[in-house]
């Protein structure tokens, strides 16, 4: 089983950015389809991004559309999660997750968590002035 392990998490204020990690080992994220999700204090988790190493699908949750960006480097077997355009609403902490369900429906991408999925331990993102 694949081990995951976040970082990049922090404070920032309104309209700062940050990139957080997901670091891979024990198994490849080539064959995944792999995402981000995050959970805010009092709120029910959430999927931010997700995209498939193997297929052409790439999502985004509305509210992070053209702020976030996704990306994987298999060279070092790491995710990426490029947040720019920060918003206190963005506040909670951020998990990376594998096996997660991502398609396409009449061309618009959903991901959803299985009963598979392998998590990290989290990274926490404060955005706050």
């Known amino acids: 089983q694949v081990q995951l392990v976040e970082s990049g998490g922090g404070l920032v204020q309104p309209g700062g950015s940050l990139r957080l990690s997901c670091s891979a080992s024990g198994g490849t994220l080539d064959y995944y389809a792999i995402g981000w999700f995050r959970q805010a204090p009092g709120k029910t988790r959430e999927g931010v991004s997700c995209?498939?190493?193997?297929?052409?699908?790439?999502y985004y949750a509305d509210a992070v559309k053209g702020r976030f960006t996704i990306s994987v480097d298999s060279a070092y077997n790491t995710m990426y999660l490029q947040m720019n355009s920060l918003r206190p609403e963005d506040t909670g902490v951020y998990y990376c997750v594998t096996d997660v369900d991502l398609y396409s429906d009449s061309g618009e991408p959903h991901c959803i968590l299985t009963r598979y999925n392998n998590w990290g331990q989290g990274t926490q993102v404060t955005v706050s002035s």
């Open positions: 995209l498939s190493t193997t297929d052409d699908i790439t």
